[in-house]
Protein backbone atom coordinates (compact mmCIF):
# COMPACT_ATOMS: atom_id res chain seq x y z
CA UNK A 1 0.00 0.00 0.00
CA UNK A 2 1.34 3.82 -0.84
CA UNK A 3 0.49 6.04 1.89
CA UNK A 4 1.22 9.62 0.12
CA UNK A 5 0.58 12.80 2.00
CA UNK A 6 -0.65 15.95 -0.61
CA UNK A 7 -0.88 19.47 0.18
CA UNK A 8 1.55 19.78 3.10
CA UNK A 9 3.76 22.95 2.13
CA UNK A 10 5.65 22.03 4.95
CA UNK A 11 6.98 18.82 4.09
CA UNK A 12 7.81 19.71 0.62
CA UNK A 13 9.78 22.31 2.02
CA UNK A 14 11.66 20.53 4.74
CA UNK A 15 11.99 17.19 3.14
CA UNK A 16 15.45 17.43 1.63
CA UNK A 17 18.55 15.90 2.06
CA UNK A 18 20.25 18.68 3.57
CA UNK A 19 21.54 18.21 7.27
CA UNK A 20 19.72 20.02 9.57
CA UNK A 21 21.35 23.40 10.24
CA UNK A 22 19.62 23.73 13.83
CA UNK A 23 18.80 21.00 15.93
CA UNK A 24 18.11 22.40 18.81
CA UNK A 25 15.61 25.30 18.30
CA UNK A 26 14.09 27.04 21.31
CA UNK A 27 11.78 24.62 23.03
CA UNK A 28 9.01 25.26 25.58
CA UNK A 29 10.86 23.43 28.34
CA UNK A 30 8.11 21.98 30.63
CA UNK A 31 8.38 22.09 34.48
CA UNK A 32 7.21 18.94 35.71
CA UNK A 33 6.00 18.45 39.54
CA UNK A 34 8.10 16.24 41.49
CA UNK A 35 6.76 13.42 44.66
CA UNK A 36 9.23 15.52 46.84
CA UNK A 37 7.90 19.12 45.84
CA UNK A 38 5.51 21.43 47.08
CA UNK A 39 3.19 21.76 43.80
CA UNK A 40 3.22 17.60 43.83
CA UNK A 41 -1.04 17.16 43.80
CA UNK A 42 -2.93 16.72 46.76
CA UNK A 43 -4.85 13.48 47.89
CA UNK A 44 -7.66 15.01 47.17
CA UNK A 45 -6.73 15.88 43.78
CA UNK A 46 -5.36 12.38 43.21
CA UNK A 47 -9.09 11.28 44.46
CA UNK A 48 -10.35 13.45 41.61
CA UNK A 49 -8.48 11.71 39.14
CA UNK A 50 -9.04 8.30 40.26
CA UNK A 51 -12.86 9.20 39.93
CA UNK A 52 -12.85 10.24 36.25
CA UNK A 53 -11.51 6.86 35.26
CA UNK A 54 -13.78 4.92 36.99
CA UNK A 55 -11.53 3.70 40.13
CA UNK A 56 -8.67 2.61 37.77
CA UNK A 57 -5.43 4.26 39.17
CA UNK A 58 -3.32 2.72 41.66
CA UNK A 59 0.23 3.10 43.30
CA UNK A 60 2.89 1.34 42.42
CA UNK A 61 5.76 -0.22 44.31
CA UNK A 62 8.36 -2.38 42.22
CA UNK A 63 7.64 -5.66 41.47
CA UNK A 64 9.89 -7.39 43.41
CA UNK A 65 9.82 -5.37 46.71
CA UNK A 66 7.90 -8.25 48.04
CA UNK A 67 10.92 -10.46 47.55
CA UNK A 68 12.88 -7.90 49.64
CA UNK A 69 13.17 -8.90 53.21
CA UNK A 70 13.40 -5.03 54.63
CA UNK A 71 10.73 -4.11 52.63
CA UNK A 72 7.61 -3.29 53.92
CA UNK A 73 5.81 -4.77 51.12
CA UNK A 74 7.78 -8.22 52.10
CA UNK A 75 5.45 -11.37 51.25
CA UNK A 76 7.45 -14.49 51.21
CA UNK A 77 4.00 -16.15 49.50
CA UNK A 78 3.39 -13.91 47.24
CA UNK A 79 7.25 -13.19 46.36
CA UNK A 80 7.14 -17.27 44.91
CA UNK A 81 4.55 -15.66 42.36
CA UNK A 82 7.29 -12.92 41.42
CA UNK A 83 10.24 -15.34 41.20
CA UNK A 84 8.48 -17.74 39.22
CA UNK A 85 7.49 -15.49 36.45
CA UNK A 86 10.71 -13.28 36.95
CA UNK A 87 12.06 -14.27 33.27
CA UNK A 88 8.82 -14.59 31.76
CA UNK A 89 7.89 -12.33 29.28
CA UNK A 90 4.15 -12.16 29.73
CA UNK A 91 4.56 -12.32 33.59
CA UNK A 92 5.86 -8.94 33.36
CA UNK A 93 4.45 -7.61 30.66
CA UNK A 94 0.64 -7.60 32.74
CA UNK A 95 2.90 -5.97 35.71
CA UNK A 96 1.89 -2.28 35.78
CA UNK A 97 5.80 -1.47 38.05
CA UNK A 98 7.76 -3.84 35.38
CA UNK A 99 9.17 -3.74 32.23
CA UNK A 100 10.68 -6.46 30.01
CA UNK A 101 14.12 -5.11 30.96
CA UNK A 102 15.27 -4.18 35.05
CA UNK A 103 17.61 -1.31 34.23
CA UNK A 104 14.76 0.79 32.99
CA UNK A 105 12.79 0.23 36.29
CA UNK A 106 16.01 1.42 38.31
CA UNK A 107 17.80 5.06 38.89
CA UNK A 108 21.29 4.16 37.90
CA UNK A 109 23.43 1.39 40.05
CA UNK A 110 21.90 -0.64 42.83
CA UNK A 111 19.08 2.32 43.12
CA UNK A 112 16.35 -0.31 41.49
CA UNK A 113 14.66 -2.92 42.89
CA UNK A 114 16.03 -6.26 40.67
CA UNK A 115 16.13 -9.85 41.33
CA UNK A 116 19.18 -12.34 40.13
CA UNK A 117 18.29 -13.64 36.34
CA UNK A 118 20.16 -16.82 36.69
CA UNK A 119 18.94 -17.42 40.39
CA UNK A 120 15.71 -15.60 41.27
CA UNK A 121 15.59 -15.75 45.12
CA UNK A 122 14.44 -13.84 48.15
CA UNK A 123 16.55 -10.78 48.79
CA UNK A 124 18.52 -10.52 52.51
CA UNK A 125 21.11 -8.07 52.17
CA UNK A 126 19.56 -4.75 49.95
CA UNK A 127 17.19 -2.56 49.72
CA UNK A 128 14.14 -2.21 47.50
CA UNK A 129 14.02 1.33 45.62
CA UNK A 130 11.51 2.94 43.91
CA UNK A 131 13.99 3.87 40.91
CA UNK A 132 12.39 4.78 37.65
CA UNK A 133 9.31 3.02 38.44
CA UNK A 134 6.23 5.36 38.46
CA UNK A 135 4.56 5.98 41.81
CA UNK A 136 1.15 5.89 40.19
CA UNK A 137 -0.61 3.98 37.10
CA UNK A 138 -3.77 4.64 35.10
CA UNK A 139 -5.23 1.75 33.52
CA UNK A 140 -7.36 3.47 30.28
CA UNK A 141 -9.62 1.71 28.38
CA UNK A 142 -10.57 4.30 25.82
CA UNK A 143 -9.70 7.61 24.38
CA UNK A 144 -12.37 9.00 26.60
CA UNK A 145 -10.03 7.96 29.80
CA UNK A 146 -7.28 9.00 27.90
CA UNK A 147 -8.30 11.95 27.38
CA UNK A 148 -9.59 12.98 31.18
CA UNK A 149 -6.07 11.73 32.09
CA UNK A 150 -4.02 14.17 29.68
CA UNK A 151 -5.88 16.93 30.67
CA UNK A 152 -5.89 16.05 34.90
CA UNK A 153 -1.78 15.38 33.98
CA UNK A 154 -1.62 18.93 32.10
CA UNK A 155 -3.05 20.69 34.83
CA UNK A 156 -1.31 19.62 37.53
CA UNK A 157 2.07 19.61 36.12
CA UNK A 158 2.62 15.93 36.19
CA UNK A 159 5.06 13.91 33.24
CA UNK A 160 3.27 10.96 31.83
CA UNK A 161 5.19 7.94 30.96
CA UNK A 162 2.77 5.42 28.49
CA UNK A 163 3.31 1.57 28.83
CA UNK A 164 1.86 -1.32 27.21
CA UNK A 165 4.00 -4.24 27.30
CA UNK A 166 7.38 -3.01 28.64
CA UNK A 167 9.79 -3.45 25.32
CA UNK A 168 11.63 -0.60 25.18
CA UNK A 169 15.56 -0.23 24.64
CA UNK A 170 15.25 3.44 25.45
CA UNK A 171 13.57 3.27 28.87
CA UNK A 172 10.41 4.93 27.88
CA UNK A 173 8.02 2.61 29.88
CA UNK A 174 9.19 3.73 32.82
CA UNK A 175 9.95 7.36 34.59
CA UNK A 176 10.62 8.23 38.17
CA UNK A 177 7.96 10.75 39.44
CA UNK A 178 5.74 9.88 36.17
CA UNK A 179 1.98 9.22 36.22
CA UNK A 180 2.06 5.76 34.13
CA UNK A 181 -1.06 5.62 31.34
CA UNK A 182 -1.20 1.58 31.09
CA UNK A 183 -2.66 0.42 27.61
CA UNK A 184 -2.08 -3.52 28.11
CA UNK A 185 -5.86 -4.57 28.55
CA UNK A 186 -7.00 -2.39 25.24
CA UNK A 187 -6.16 -5.12 22.94
CA UNK A 188 -9.43 -5.43 20.79
CA UNK A 189 -8.68 -6.80 17.17
CA UNK A 190 -11.39 -6.28 14.73
CA UNK A 191 -11.00 -7.13 10.54
CA UNK A 192 -12.73 -4.31 8.60
CA UNK A 193 -13.24 -5.83 5.02
CA UNK A 194 -13.99 -2.33 3.39
CA UNK A 195 -12.12 0.45 5.37
CA UNK A 196 -12.45 4.10 4.57
CA UNK A 197 -10.09 6.56 6.84
CA UNK A 198 -12.47 9.30 8.55
CA UNK A 199 -12.97 12.35 5.64
CA UNK A 200 -11.27 10.26 3.12
CA UNK A 201 -12.87 9.58 -0.22
CA UNK A 202 -10.34 6.56 -1.07
CA UNK A 203 -11.89 3.51 -1.84
CA UNK A 204 -11.94 1.03 0.57
CA UNK A 205 -9.55 -1.73 1.44
CA UNK A 206 -9.21 -4.63 4.08
CA UNK A 207 -7.51 -3.39 7.34
CA UNK A 208 -7.02 -4.65 10.87
CA UNK A 209 -8.31 -2.13 13.48
CA UNK A 210 -6.33 -2.81 16.77
CA UNK A 211 -6.22 -1.09 20.29
CA UNK A 212 -3.38 0.53 22.34
CA UNK A 213 -2.56 -2.62 24.10
CA UNK A 214 -2.41 -4.68 20.73
CA UNK A 215 0.94 -6.67 20.74
CA UNK A 216 2.11 -8.65 17.28
CA UNK A 217 2.12 -12.23 19.22
CA UNK A 218 -1.85 -11.76 19.23
CA UNK A 219 -2.29 -9.70 15.95
CA UNK A 220 -0.36 -12.72 14.51
CA UNK A 221 -2.91 -15.41 15.69
CA UNK A 222 -5.54 -13.11 14.76
CA UNK A 223 -4.24 -12.51 11.52
CA UNK A 224 -4.11 -16.65 11.05
CA UNK A 225 -7.67 -17.20 12.32
CA UNK A 226 -8.28 -14.73 9.59
CA UNK A 227 -6.37 -15.37 6.90
CA UNK A 228 -5.09 -12.64 6.12
CA UNK A 229 -1.48 -11.27 6.56
CA UNK A 230 -0.34 -8.03 8.00
CA UNK A 231 3.36 -6.52 7.76
CA UNK A 232 4.63 -6.22 11.02
CA UNK A 233 7.58 -7.04 12.94
CA UNK A 234 9.55 -10.14 14.51
CA UNK A 235 9.34 -10.12 17.97
CA UNK A 236 6.24 -10.66 19.54
CA UNK A 237 6.37 -9.04 22.63
CA UNK A 238 6.07 -5.78 20.63
CA UNK A 239 2.89 -3.88 20.75
CA UNK A 240 1.96 -2.33 17.84
CA UNK A 241 1.65 1.28 18.58
CA UNK A 242 5.16 1.89 19.94
CA UNK A 243 6.64 -0.52 17.17
CA UNK A 244 5.28 2.19 14.34
CA UNK A 245 5.96 4.66 16.31
CA UNK A 246 9.69 3.85 15.44
CA UNK A 247 8.58 3.00 11.73
CA UNK A 248 8.84 -0.68 12.36
CA UNK A 249 10.82 -2.99 10.29
CA UNK A 250 10.19 -6.77 10.23
CA UNK A 251 9.92 -10.21 7.67
CA UNK A 252 7.90 -8.17 4.75
CA UNK A 253 9.94 -4.99 4.96
CA UNK A 254 12.08 -6.06 1.92
CA UNK A 255 9.06 -6.68 -0.12
CA UNK A 256 6.58 -4.28 0.87
CA UNK A 257 8.06 -1.59 2.75
CA UNK A 258 7.66 -0.81 6.73
CA UNK A 259 5.14 -1.11 9.13
CA UNK A 260 4.05 2.70 8.82
CA UNK A 261 3.41 2.40 4.86
CA UNK A 262 0.19 0.51 5.49
CA UNK A 263 -0.91 2.66 8.70
CA UNK A 264 -4.87 3.93 7.05
CA UNK A 265 -5.68 5.83 10.37
CA UNK A 266 -4.48 6.45 14.21
CA UNK A 267 -6.75 7.63 16.80
CA UNK A 268 -4.91 9.35 19.89
CA UNK A 269 -5.18 12.15 22.38
CA UNK A 270 -2.96 15.19 21.74
CA UNK A 271 -1.54 17.34 24.84
CA UNK A 272 -4.84 19.46 24.52
CA UNK A 273 -6.53 16.61 25.43
CA UNK A 274 -8.10 16.11 22.02
CA UNK A 275 -9.36 12.78 20.69
CA UNK A 276 -8.30 13.40 16.87
CA UNK A 277 -8.33 10.59 13.96
CA UNK A 278 -5.61 11.39 11.87
CA UNK A 279 -4.43 10.06 8.21
CA UNK A 280 -4.08 11.30 5.11
CA UNK A 281 -6.63 13.97 5.10
CA UNK A 282 -7.16 14.65 8.43
CA UNK A 283 -4.41 16.20 10.95
CA UNK A 284 -2.13 15.08 7.70
CA UNK A 285 1.20 16.34 9.26
CA UNK A 286 0.50 14.89 12.48
CA UNK A 287 0.06 11.70 10.68
CA UNK A 288 2.87 11.72 8.77
CA UNK A 289 4.78 12.80 12.32
CA UNK A 290 3.54 9.89 14.44
CA UNK A 291 4.21 7.27 11.70
CA UNK A 292 8.52 7.00 12.67
CA UNK A 293 9.00 9.92 14.38
CA UNK A 294 9.82 8.43 17.99
CA UNK A 295 6.95 7.16 20.72
CA UNK A 296 6.00 9.47 23.42
CA UNK A 297 6.09 12.92 21.64
CA UNK A 298 2.84 12.87 19.86
CA UNK A 299 0.27 12.07 22.59
CA UNK A 300 -1.15 8.79 23.74
CA UNK A 301 -2.17 6.60 20.39
CA UNK A 302 -5.86 4.85 22.01
CA UNK A 303 -5.91 2.60 18.35
CA UNK A 304 -4.35 2.07 14.79
CA UNK A 305 -5.83 0.65 11.69
CA UNK A 306 -3.21 -1.10 9.08
CA UNK A 307 -4.02 -2.14 5.46
CA UNK A 308 -4.27 -6.00 4.98
CA UNK A 309 -3.15 -8.24 2.36
CA UNK A 310 -4.05 -11.77 1.02
CA UNK A 311 -1.81 -14.84 2.71
CA UNK A 312 1.13 -16.04 0.72
CA UNK A 313 3.19 -18.70 1.54
CA UNK A 314 6.87 -18.27 2.79
CA UNK A 315 10.21 -19.79 1.80
CA UNK A 316 12.95 -19.80 4.36
CA UNK A 317 16.39 -21.41 4.64
CA UNK A 318 17.94 -21.53 8.23
CA UNK A 319 21.62 -22.86 8.78
CA UNK A 320 24.21 -22.91 11.66
CA UNK A 321 27.33 -22.82 10.83
CA UNK A 322 30.42 -23.93 12.78
CA UNK A 323 34.22 -22.34 12.10
CA UNK A 324 37.09 -24.53 12.32
CA UNK A 325 38.73 -24.59 15.88
CA UNK A 326 41.75 -25.09 14.46
CA UNK A 327 42.04 -21.93 12.42
CA UNK A 328 41.55 -18.02 13.89
CA UNK A 329 38.43 -17.72 15.13
CA UNK A 330 38.33 -13.82 14.80
CA UNK A 331 39.08 -13.79 10.86
CA UNK A 332 36.38 -16.26 10.39
CA UNK A 333 33.43 -14.94 11.99
CA UNK A 334 34.67 -11.47 10.34
CA UNK A 335 35.22 -13.78 6.75
CA UNK A 336 31.65 -15.10 7.16
CA UNK A 337 29.68 -11.68 7.81
CA UNK A 338 31.90 -10.79 4.70
CA UNK A 339 30.88 -12.96 2.59
CA UNK A 340 26.90 -12.69 3.46
CA UNK A 341 27.40 -9.19 3.16
CA UNK A 342 28.45 -9.74 -0.69
CA UNK A 343 24.93 -11.17 -0.92
CA UNK A 344 22.79 -9.00 0.94
CA UNK A 345 21.63 -6.32 -1.66
CA UNK A 346 20.63 -9.42 -4.19
CA UNK A 347 18.34 -10.69 -1.43
CA UNK A 348 17.28 -7.28 0.08
CA UNK A 349 16.40 -6.34 -3.61
CA UNK A 350 14.70 -9.93 -4.36
CA UNK A 351 12.22 -9.07 -0.97
CA UNK A 352 14.73 -11.47 1.27
CA UNK A 353 14.84 -10.47 4.85
CA UNK A 354 17.69 -12.08 7.05
CA UNK A 355 19.28 -12.13 10.44
CA UNK A 356 22.68 -13.18 11.45
CA UNK A 357 24.05 -13.84 14.94
CA UNK A 358 27.09 -14.39 14.81
CA UNK A 359 29.41 -15.59 17.50
CA UNK A 360 32.90 -16.96 17.64
CA UNK A 361 31.67 -20.19 18.12
CA UNK A 362 29.21 -20.38 15.87
CA UNK A 363 26.86 -18.54 13.23
CA UNK A 364 22.70 -18.56 12.72
CA UNK A 365 21.86 -17.03 9.44
CA UNK A 366 18.23 -17.35 8.80
CA UNK A 367 16.51 -16.10 5.80
CA UNK A 368 12.62 -15.92 4.81
CA UNK A 369 10.94 -14.28 1.97
CA UNK A 370 7.11 -14.74 0.03
CA UNK A 371 7.71 -17.63 -1.74
CA UNK A 372 6.29 -15.94 -5.20
CA UNK A 373 9.04 -13.55 -5.07
CA UNK A 374 12.27 -15.83 -5.68
CA UNK A 375 12.93 -19.20 -5.87
CA UNK A 376 15.14 -21.02 -3.39
CA UNK A 377 17.86 -21.37 -6.18
CA UNK A 378 18.65 -17.37 -5.31
CA UNK A 379 20.35 -18.58 -2.21
CA UNK A 380 22.64 -21.70 -4.52
CA UNK A 381 25.32 -19.23 -5.38
CA UNK A 382 26.00 -18.37 -1.60
CA UNK A 383 25.48 -22.04 -0.66
CA UNK A 384 28.65 -22.63 -3.42
CA UNK A 385 30.83 -20.42 -2.23
CA UNK A 386 30.47 -21.48 1.67
CA UNK A 387 30.73 -25.26 0.66
CA UNK A 388 34.35 -24.66 -0.93
CA UNK A 389 35.18 -22.81 2.56
CA UNK A 390 34.71 -26.48 4.04
CA UNK A 391 37.99 -26.21 5.33
CA UNK A 392 36.99 -23.33 7.15
CA UNK A 393 33.37 -23.93 8.16
CA UNK A 394 31.32 -26.84 8.60
CA UNK A 395 27.34 -26.25 8.17
CA UNK A 396 25.96 -28.06 10.93
CA UNK A 397 22.38 -27.87 9.63
CA UNK A 398 20.71 -26.66 6.44
CA UNK A 399 16.86 -26.06 6.56
CA UNK A 400 16.09 -24.79 2.92
CA UNK A 401 12.69 -25.16 1.64
CA UNK A 402 10.06 -22.98 -0.75
CA UNK A 403 6.99 -22.25 1.22
CA UNK A 404 8.39 -24.01 4.23
CA UNK A 405 5.11 -21.44 6.29
CA UNK A 406 1.67 -21.04 5.14
CA UNK A 407 1.80 -17.64 6.16
CA UNK A 408 4.13 -14.67 7.75
CA UNK A 409 1.93 -15.16 10.89
CA UNK A 410 2.33 -19.07 10.77
CA UNK A 411 6.52 -18.46 10.66
CA UNK A 412 6.13 -15.91 13.35
CA UNK A 413 4.66 -17.41 15.73
CA UNK A 414 6.17 -21.08 15.17
CA UNK A 415 9.66 -20.07 14.24
CA UNK A 416 10.86 -16.43 14.36
CA UNK A 417 9.18 -15.51 17.79
CA UNK A 418 10.55 -18.10 19.95
CA UNK A 419 14.03 -17.09 18.35
CA UNK A 420 13.57 -13.91 19.14
CA UNK A 421 12.32 -14.50 22.46
CA UNK A 422 15.53 -16.94 23.21
CA UNK A 423 17.44 -13.80 22.97
CA UNK A 424 15.89 -11.31 24.77
CA UNK A 425 16.90 -12.32 28.42
CA UNK A 426 13.26 -11.12 29.67
CA UNK A 427 13.98 -10.38 33.33
CA UNK A 428 18.01 -9.11 32.47
CA UNK A 429 19.55 -5.91 32.00
CA UNK A 430 20.41 -5.14 28.51
CA UNK A 431 22.12 -2.06 26.93
CA UNK A 432 22.13 -1.41 23.15
CA UNK A 433 23.65 0.58 20.19
CA UNK A 434 22.81 0.09 16.97
CA UNK A 435 23.88 1.51 13.06
CA UNK A 436 21.62 0.98 9.55
CA UNK A 437 24.63 -0.01 7.20
CA UNK A 438 23.75 1.51 4.04
CA UNK A 439 23.71 -0.66 0.94
CA UNK A 440 26.17 1.22 -0.89
CA UNK A 441 28.61 0.11 2.23
CA UNK A 442 27.45 -3.36 0.75
CA UNK A 443 27.81 -2.99 -3.03
CA UNK A 444 30.86 -5.21 -3.15
CA UNK A 445 32.82 -8.32 -1.74
CA UNK A 446 35.44 -5.21 -0.61
CA UNK A 447 33.67 -2.81 0.97
CA UNK A 448 31.23 -5.82 2.89
CA UNK A 449 34.52 -7.13 4.29
CA UNK A 450 35.56 -3.50 5.63
CA UNK A 451 32.23 -2.92 7.19
CA UNK A 452 31.90 -6.62 8.48
CA UNK A 453 35.96 -5.98 10.17
CA UNK A 454 34.23 -2.86 11.88
CA UNK A 455 31.58 -4.58 12.94
CA UNK A 456 33.42 -7.21 14.83
CA UNK A 457 35.81 -4.01 15.65
CA UNK A 458 32.99 -2.88 18.24
CA UNK A 459 32.38 -6.86 19.12
CA UNK A 460 35.90 -6.65 20.28
CA UNK A 461 35.11 -3.24 22.41
CA UNK A 462 32.56 -4.76 24.23
CA UNK A 463 34.48 -8.08 24.77
CA UNK A 464 37.96 -5.78 26.43
CA UNK A 465 35.56 -4.32 28.61
CA UNK A 466 34.16 -7.15 30.45
CA UNK A 467 36.45 -10.38 32.39
CA UNK A 468 35.15 -13.61 31.52
CA UNK A 469 33.93 -14.91 35.27
CA UNK A 470 32.74 -11.21 36.28
CA UNK A 471 29.93 -11.70 38.53
CA UNK A 472 26.58 -10.68 37.30
CA UNK A 473 27.71 -10.73 33.16
CA UNK A 474 25.92 -12.54 30.95
CA UNK A 475 27.36 -12.03 27.62
CA UNK A 476 27.39 -9.56 24.44
CA UNK A 477 26.33 -10.36 21.12
CA UNK A 478 25.81 -8.42 17.71
CA UNK A 479 22.97 -9.13 15.95
CA UNK A 480 22.53 -8.03 12.07
CA UNK A 481 18.78 -7.89 10.86
CA UNK A 482 19.04 -7.53 6.87
CA UNK A 483 15.12 -6.72 6.60
CA UNK A 484 15.18 -2.84 5.34
CA UNK A 485 12.93 -1.74 3.05
CA UNK A 486 14.81 -2.22 -0.36
CA UNK A 487 11.62 -2.30 -2.89
CA UNK A 488 10.31 0.59 -1.42
CA UNK A 489 12.89 3.34 -1.32
CA UNK A 490 11.11 5.90 -3.37
CA UNK A 491 8.54 5.93 0.26
CA UNK A 492 11.11 7.85 2.00
CA UNK A 493 9.27 10.97 2.15
CA UNK A 494 6.04 9.14 2.78
CA UNK A 495 6.49 9.03 6.25
CA UNK A 496 8.50 10.33 9.14
CA UNK A 497 10.77 7.03 9.83
CA UNK A 498 14.96 8.04 9.68
CA UNK A 499 16.21 8.39 6.23
CA UNK A 500 18.84 6.41 7.06
CA UNK A 501 16.23 3.12 7.05
CA UNK A 502 15.23 2.99 3.55
CA UNK A 503 19.08 3.81 2.45
CA UNK A 504 19.95 0.81 4.43
CA UNK A 505 20.31 -3.17 3.89
CA UNK A 506 21.62 -4.08 7.28
CA UNK A 507 20.45 -3.02 11.09
CA UNK A 508 23.48 -4.34 13.09
CA UNK A 509 22.69 -3.95 16.94
CA UNK A 510 25.31 -4.54 20.03
CA UNK A 511 23.95 -5.62 22.61
CA UNK A 512 25.13 -6.13 26.36
CA UNK A 513 23.39 -8.33 29.14
CA UNK A 514 23.72 -8.58 32.82
CA UNK A 515 22.26 -9.25 36.08
CA UNK A 516 22.69 -8.02 40.04
CA UNK A 517 25.72 -8.81 41.48
CA UNK A 518 28.12 -6.50 39.20
CA UNK A 519 30.14 -3.97 40.67
CA UNK A 520 30.08 -0.45 40.19
CA UNK A 521 33.36 -0.22 37.72
CA UNK A 522 32.25 -3.45 36.02
CA UNK A 523 28.80 -2.01 35.40
CA UNK A 524 30.40 1.59 34.30
CA UNK A 525 32.60 -0.58 32.18
CA UNK A 526 30.10 -2.63 30.22
CA UNK A 527 27.96 0.50 29.78
CA UNK A 528 30.40 2.44 28.17
CA UNK A 529 32.25 -0.08 25.86
CA UNK A 530 28.42 -0.50 24.57
CA UNK A 531 28.41 3.01 23.83
CA UNK A 532 31.70 2.98 22.07
CA UNK A 533 30.71 -0.14 20.20
CA UNK A 534 29.31 1.80 17.56
CA UNK A 535 32.85 3.90 16.96
CA UNK A 536 34.48 1.79 13.87
CA UNK A 537 31.50 2.07 12.52
CA UNK A 538 31.23 5.63 13.32
CA UNK A 539 34.77 6.41 11.30
CA UNK A 540 33.14 5.17 8.24
CA UNK A 541 30.78 7.74 8.05
CA UNK A 542 27.94 5.07 8.89
CA UNK A 543 26.39 6.72 12.06
CA UNK A 544 22.39 6.42 11.23
CA UNK A 545 20.25 4.55 13.70
CA UNK A 546 17.20 2.78 14.36
CA UNK A 547 15.73 4.53 17.34
CA UNK A 548 13.45 1.80 18.74
CA UNK A 549 16.49 -0.75 18.69
CA UNK A 550 19.09 1.83 19.59
CA UNK A 551 21.11 3.79 22.07
CA UNK A 552 19.19 6.26 24.65
CA UNK A 553 22.69 8.01 25.08
CA UNK A 554 23.25 8.85 21.39
CA UNK A 555 25.99 12.00 21.51
CA UNK A 556 24.10 13.32 18.30
CA UNK A 557 20.64 11.43 18.57
CA UNK A 558 18.68 14.38 16.88
CA UNK A 559 20.66 13.40 13.10
CA UNK A 560 21.02 10.00 14.38
CA UNK A 561 17.64 9.11 15.03
CA UNK A 562 15.59 11.75 12.87
CA UNK A 563 18.00 12.79 10.03
CA UNK A 564 17.10 15.38 7.75
CA UNK A 565 13.29 15.12 9.15
CA UNK A 566 14.09 16.56 11.93
CA UNK A 567 13.70 19.74 11.49
CA UNK A 568 9.86 19.17 9.84
CA UNK A 569 9.66 16.72 13.15
CA UNK A 570 10.42 19.62 15.37
CA UNK A 571 7.59 22.41 13.37
CA UNK A 572 5.17 19.66 13.96
CA UNK A 573 5.48 19.01 17.42
CA UNK A 574 5.56 22.88 18.10
CA UNK A 575 2.20 23.04 16.61
CA UNK A 576 0.42 19.87 18.11
CA UNK A 577 2.11 20.84 21.59
CA UNK A 578 3.59 24.11 21.76
CA UNK A 579 4.29 23.45 25.77
CA UNK A 580 6.81 20.38 25.10
CA UNK A 581 4.19 18.09 27.61
CA UNK A 582 4.88 15.23 25.71
CA UNK A 583 8.85 15.25 25.82
CA UNK A 584 10.98 12.17 25.90
CA UNK A 585 14.74 11.19 26.32
CA UNK A 586 16.42 11.37 22.34
CA UNK A 587 12.60 12.12 21.36
CA UNK A 588 11.93 15.49 19.10
CA UNK A 589 12.14 18.51 21.32
CA UNK A 590 13.61 16.61 23.90
CA UNK A 591 15.37 18.58 26.86
CA UNK A 592 17.52 16.29 28.01
CA UNK A 593 18.55 17.66 31.73
CA UNK A 594 15.31 18.28 32.95
CA UNK A 595 15.38 16.74 36.76
CA UNK A 596 12.55 14.22 35.75
CA UNK A 597 15.23 12.23 33.59
CA UNK A 598 17.76 12.17 36.07
CA UNK A 599 17.62 8.36 36.17
CA UNK A 600 19.17 8.83 32.50
CA UNK A 601 22.35 10.70 33.65
CA UNK A 602 23.03 7.89 36.16
CA UNK A 603 21.88 4.47 34.07
CA UNK A 604 24.44 5.90 31.24
CA UNK A 605 27.71 6.12 29.98
CA UNK A 606 30.59 7.72 32.23
CA UNK A 607 27.49 8.92 34.39
CA UNK A 608 28.24 10.51 37.64
CA UNK A 609 29.21 8.69 40.70
CA UNK A 610 27.32 10.31 43.13
CA UNK A 611 23.79 8.66 43.68
CA UNK A 612 20.58 10.75 43.32
CA UNK A 613 18.55 11.96 45.87
CA UNK A 614 16.58 9.39 46.86
CA UNK A 615 14.16 11.33 49.12
CA UNK A 616 11.40 10.31 46.71
CA UNK A 617 11.68 6.83 48.13
CA UNK A 618 11.03 7.70 51.10
CA UNK A 619 7.96 10.04 50.39
CA UNK A 620 6.16 7.16 48.19
CA UNK A 621 6.75 5.31 51.21
CA UNK A 622 5.24 7.34 53.61
CA UNK A 623 2.78 9.47 51.50
CA UNK A 624 0.76 6.88 49.25
CA UNK A 625 -2.35 8.28 48.89
CA UNK A 626 -4.92 5.50 49.85
CA UNK A 627 -7.00 4.71 46.81
Keep these: MSTTVTGITLLKLTLTAIQVAALTPPYAVPKFASPSSPNWPSASSWDALNRSVSGKLQTLRPWAAVCYSSDPLFDP ?58 PYSVSITDAQSASAVVKWAVANRVKLTVK ?66 AVLGACTTVGAPGFLQGGGHGLLAPSQGLAVEHVLELELVTADGHIRKVNAVQDPDLFWAIRGGGAGSWGIITSATFQVYPVEPISASILLVKPNTAQNLTTLVIDFIALVGKYANEWADNGIAASVIPTEAQYVLSLYWPTPLAPVSILFPFFTELLSL ?23 IFNIAPFMDSLNMYGASNQIASRLIPHTHLSSAESAATVAEAIWAGVRIMDDAQQPGDAGLLGSIPIIFADMPARTRNMVNASAANPGIY ?125
Aim: contains cysteine.
Design 503 to 627: DATWHVMFVSTWTTGMTSESNEALVTSVHDSVGPLDAMGITSSYQNEGSAFEDNWQDTFFGYKYEALSNIKRKYDPTNFFTTFAGVASVRDLPVYECYGQDGPNSSPAPVDHIDDRVLLTNHVEL
Design 164 to 229: STGHDFLGRSSGKGTLQVNTHTMDSLEYVPEFVPQGSSAPPVAALTMGAGAQLHNIYLFAEENNIT
Design 390 to 412: SSNYTILSNNTAAAMFPSVANAE
Design 77 to 134: ETCQTVLAGYANDTAREQVPSAVLWPNWEACGYEYGCALNYSHPQIVNDSICHQGAVP
